[in-house]
């Protein structure tokens, strides 16, 4: 079974709507194999997201994760990171199709309410920055 990376970005979880994010992720199949609430520092966020260190938004991204609680979540389902990328839309809501999460929840670009893997090696990447194994449990 495919598992995948999310995190339910500290926009979304201020808003209360961790239930409501959790409520889309479960109803389209998906089973939920490891979860938890943090306050990301900035080295861990940096450290994250450091594919994107030389674009321009790096900084305010890894600022931004720290203003707040993210849940960390993992997830799996067959085919899960295209139907977890399909299920949060495109990355500015503003682009993203009607039924999406990003679509119904984002607030703006940065602001995008949810964060998924994009491939398998990066998938394997981010559950295990964030998860030891004895984590994880289907
Ligand atoms: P995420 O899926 O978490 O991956 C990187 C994040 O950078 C992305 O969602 C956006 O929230 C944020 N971001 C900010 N500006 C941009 C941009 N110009 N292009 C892509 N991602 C951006």
């Known amino acids: 079974m495919e598992k995948t ?24 199949g998906f089973r939920i194999v490891a979860m938890k609430r943090v306050l990301l520092t900035l080295p861990v966020a940096q450290g994250f997201y450091h594919v994107h260190k030389e674009r321009p938004f790096f900084k305010d991204l890894t600022e931004y994760m720290c203003t707040g609680p993210v849940v960390l979540l993992v997830f ?15 990355t500015n809501p503003a682009d993203a199709d009607a039924g999406t999460i990003r679509k119904d929840f984002a607030i703006d670009l940065e602001k995008n309410s949810v964060h998924g893997s994009d491939a398998p090696d990066t998938a394997a990447f981010e559950i295990s920055y964030f998860f030891s194994q004895t984590e994880i449990s289907s």
């Open 5 to 28: 990376f999310a995190i339910i970005k500290p926009d979304a979880v201020e808003r209360n709507l961790i239930g409501k994010i959790l409520e889309r992720i479960e109803s389209k």
């Open 76 to 90: 799996e389902k067959d085919g899960a990171i295209k139907a977890w990328r399909e299920l949060m839309g495109a």
